[in-house]
C-alpha cells in the first residue's frame, strides 16, 4: 500500500445492503403503473446514462450509443443507476413529469418503473437543461440486481401526470431512444469475490489485539469497499474469517506475507479465493508501509492460485483507510499494477489516464454520490482522493469472471511438479537496499521457474554453487522489492545451504540466511457458527 499519511480522504463505508441495436423486441406481456398521455412540447432527452461505479452513456444526441465503444462493461445481477437527462425547448412551460423506464426481459415480459422522485409522489420539475453531477434534475431510476440480465432491453417514455391542453403536443419523440425497446448489451458471464480473513492473535509488550473476531460492521465496511470498488455482481463478495495465527513477537506488514503465503499455499484447492491477513499492531494512525502484495499474472491460472495473498495493517481507528488498504492489496494481487501518480513505485505503463485520473465520472451504486473524473483518482495509485477508473473497472470484471468460473474446479494436476523436483518451494522479499526475508512452504501447485527470469538465484551448499530459476514478481509497495519462488529440486536440504546470491536485475549476497520453516506454524481454524 502507499506509504501513511495523517489524514483520510477515502471511499465512504457503504453499510448499505450492499445482442444488437437494430433488432426489435418481440410482443411481450407489460406490468407496470398506469398509462398517462405522453409529454407535450418538444422535450428533448439528450442523453441516457447506466452507471455500476463507473458512469456509461447508452444513448446520447439522437444516437444508441455503440456498445463496442464503451468504456465499461456493464455487468450482470449488479445494482445499476439509470439517467435521462433532459432539454427543454426555448418555449417550454416549466411543470412537473414523470418519466418510466421499460424494462423488457430476455422473456420477453416488460415492467415499467416511474422515476424515483416520481414514484416518492414528488414528480421532476423540469426547466432548463439536466445538469451532470445532479441526479434532482434529471429522471432516475436505480434497477435491483436481478432486473440488470443479459438480454434485457429499455426504453424511456415522458408522461404528463395533469396534462394541459393549452400546450401543444410533442411533434417529435416521446420515447427514446426508438419506438420498440432497446438491447442493453449486459455482459453474459458472473463475476464474484472470494476473500479470506486470516486474523492475528497478536501478543506483544504493549499491544494486544486479535483481528479474528472484527465486529459485523467492520466487516461490513470491507465487504461494500470491495463490492463498489469490483466489476462483480451485487451481494458478490464472500468473507471466510475462519482462519487465525498467533504472533507473540514484534512483526511489521511485510514479515506478515511469510505468513499468509504458506497459509495460502495449502488450501491451493480454493482457486478462486484471495487471502488477506489484517494485523493491528496498535498504532493510533499507522507509519510507513500499511500494506503488501504481489502482482500475479493477467489472466490469472489456475496453478497460481497459491499466490492470491497480500497483507495490511487494520486500523479500528480508521476504518476507511484500513479499507482502502484492503482493497489496494487485493488488487495488486489480481494482477494490478500501481495507477502512475504520486511516486508509486512500479506503474502501469498502459494506464490510460495522466496522472491515474478516473477518465470517466464515478457514481456510487449505493449513495449515489457523484465523483469528478478529474477530481478523483483511481484507487490503485498513491494520489487522493479516491474512486475507481473505468480502466480499473473493466480489469476487475476481465480477472472476476476467469476467477468466478474457477470456483470448484478440480486443483488435481493443475500444476504437477517437474521431474526431479519437489513441492518444497524457497520464496523470498528481495529489495534493493539489500533487505531480505526467506521462507519455505509445500506447494501443490509449484510456480514454473525461468533462468531468464527478471531475478536468479544461486544457492551455496558444501557440495558447491547451484544456479535456479525463479518465478520473479513486483511488489509494488516495496519500492523496487521482488517476491522471489525457487521450487527446490530433490537433494537440497535447508540446513545446507550456507549462502544465498540473487542476480539479474538485483545483484546481492545471503550468507548464512535465515530461512523460516512455514510448515511449522500452527494455523487455527474456528468452525463455523
Not at 152 to 164: G, I, K, L, Q
Not at 185 to 205: E, F, R, S, T
Request: net charge negative.
Amino acid at each position: 500500500m502507499r506509504p501513511a499519511r495523517a489524514s483520510s480522504l477515502a471511499i465512504a463505508l457503504l453499510l448499505a445492503a450492499c445482442g444488437g441495436d437494430d433488432v426489435e423486441a418481440g410482443d411481450g406481456e407489460t406490468s407496470g403503473p398506469e398509462p398517462f398521455s405522453p409529454v407535450r412540447g418538444d422535450l428533448e432527452i439528450t442523453s441516457i446514462e447506466i452507471s455500476q461505479s463507473v458512469v456509461q452513456p447508452i444513448y446520447r444526441d439522437g444516437k444508441v450509443v455503440d456498445p463496442t465503444t464503451y468504456g465499461v462493461p456493464l455487468i450482470p445481477n449488479r445494482h445499476m443507476w439509470v439517467r435521462a437527462l433532459w432539454d427543454p425547448p426555448l418555449e417550454w412551460t416549466p411543470r412537473p413529469l414523470v418519466a418510466r423506464l421499460h424494462v423488457e426481459g430476455p422473456d420477453g415480459e416488460e415492467v415499467v418503473y416511474d422515476d424515483r422522485e416520481s414514484e416518492a409522489g414528488n414528480p421532476p420539475f423540469v426547466v432548463g437543461k439536466s445538469q451532470p453531477t445532479d441526479l434532482l434534475t434529471s429522471f432516475y431510476w436505480r434497477l435491483d440486481p436481478e432486473d440488470v440480465v443479459p438480454g434485457m432491453r429499455y426504453s424511456v417514455t415522458v408522461v404528463e401526470p395533469d396534462p394541459d391542453p393549452e400546450i401543444p403536443e410533442s411533434t417529435g419523440k416521446t420515447r427514446w431512444p426508438r419506438e420498440k425497446n432497446t438491447a442493453m448489451p449486459i455482459m453474459p458471464d458472473p463475476a464474484k469475490l472470494n476473500l479470506y480473513i486470516v486474523g492475528v492473535h497478536y501478543d506483544v509488550p504493549g499491544c494486544s489485539t486479535d483481528t479474528s473476531v472484527l465486529p459485523e460492521d467492520e466487516l461490513d465496511a470491507i465487504r461494500s469497499g470491495f463490492q463498489a470498488w469490483s466489476a462483480i455482481e451485487s451481494n458478490g463478495v464472500t468473507i471466510d474469517t475462519s482462519l487465525s495465527v498467533d504472533i507473540n513477537s514484534p512483526t511489521n506488514v511485510i514479515e506478515l506475507l511469510s505468513v499468509v503465503g504458506p497459509i495460502r499455499a495449502e488450501y491451493a484447492d480454493i482457486p478462486d479465493a484471495f487471502f488477506l491477513i489484517l494485523l493491528d499492531d496498535c498504532s493510533v494512525i499507522p507509519d510507513g508501509i500499511l500494506g503488501v502484495a504481489p502482482v500475479n499474472n493477467v489472466p490469472p491460472t489456475l496453478g497460481d492460485s497459491v499466490m492470491r495473498y497480500g497483507a495490511g495493517l487494520w486500523n479500528p481507528n480508521d476504518i476507511q483507510e484500513s479499507v482502502n488498504t484492503a482493497v489496494h492489496e487485493i488488487g495488486h494481487a489480481q494482477g494490478s499494477q500501481h495507477a502512475p501518480c504520486g511516486g508509486a513505485a512500479d506503474p502501469d505503463p498502459l494506464y490510460p489516464h495522466e496522472n491515474a485520473t478516473l477518465g470517466a465520472q464515478g457514481l456510487d451504486p449505493y449513495t449515489a454520490q457523484f465523483y469528478d473524473p478529474l477530481g478523483y483518482t483511481d484507487f490503485m495509485s498513491y494520489c487522493r482522493p479516491y474512486w475507481i477508473s473505468d480502466y480499473r473497472f473493466t480489469r476487475s470484471y476481465n480477472v472476476q469472471t476467469v476467477l468466478t468460473a474457477f470456483a470448484g474446479a478440480n486443483m488435481q494436476g493443475a500444476a504437477p511438479a517437474p521431474t526431479g523436483d519437489t513441492r518444497t518451494v524457497l520464496t523470498g522479499i528481495v529489495q534493493p537496499e539489500g533487505e531480505t526475508l526467506w521462507w519455505v512452504n509445500d506447494s501443490p501447485t509449484p510456480p514454473e521457474p525461468s533462468l531468464d527470469a527478471e531475478l536468479r538465484v544461486v544457492l551455496s551448499t558444501e557440495a558447491g554453487e547451484l544456479e535456479l530459476g525463479t518465478d520473479t514478481r513486483p511488489l509494488p509497495d516495496l519500492p523496487g522489492g521482488r517476491l522471489v519462488q525457487v521450487p527446490l529440486a530433490e537433494g537440497i536440504a535447508l540446513e545446507d545451504i550456507e549462502a544465498i546470491d540473487v542476480r539479474g536485475a538485483l545483484e546481492l549476497r545471503v550468507s548464512e540466511p535465515k530461512i523460516v520453516d512455514a510448515r511449522t506454524r500452527e494455523v487455527h481454524v474456528r468452525e463455523p457458527g
